[in-house]
């Protein structure tokens, strides 16, 4: 299974920006898809997911701002993101699960190689 992120890059603060995950091997619908980030010096943190039952769920400092989305037919999720702040700044990496449930952990089957977003201030 292989997981290819894009989509980061610079935007100012208040800015909006859309990750995209295309995702090949197994079908997103039938696994627990999630973003995760890693801010210099920091820990992998949850961001959002999906279940393979599609719920969403999302971390404390992003709910009203990201929005974690998919396209079947694509084999994609997206994350969605606005209102952007500098602390928003990561490293962020899409994952799978194999189990189909919600997890916000780090214990994922499946990586990314990671794409880079940097807000200003």
């Known amino acids: 299974v292989q997981l290819q992120a894009s989509g980061g890059g610079l935007v100012q603060a208040g800015g909006s920006l859309r990750l995209s995950c295309t995702v090949a091997?197994?079908?997103?619908?039938?696994?627990?898809t999630a973003w995760f980030r890693q801010a210099p010096g920091k820990e992998h943190e949850f961001v959002a997911a999906f279940s393979g039952f599609g719920d969403s769920y999302y971390a404390d400092s992003v709910k009203g701002r990201f929005t974690i989305a998919r396209d079947n037919a694509k084999n994609t999720i997206f994350l969605e993101m606005s209102s952007l702040k500098p602390e928003d700044t990561a490293v962020y990496y899409c994952?799978?699960?194999?189990?189909?449930?919600?997890?916000?952990?780090?214990?994922?089957?499946?990586w990314g190689q990671g794409t880079v977003v940097t807000v200003s201030s």
């Open positions: 994952a799978g699960r194999r189990d189909g449930h919600y997890y916000n952990g780090i214990l994922y089957d499946y």
């Open positions: 091997g197994r079908t997103i619908s039938s696994i627990t």
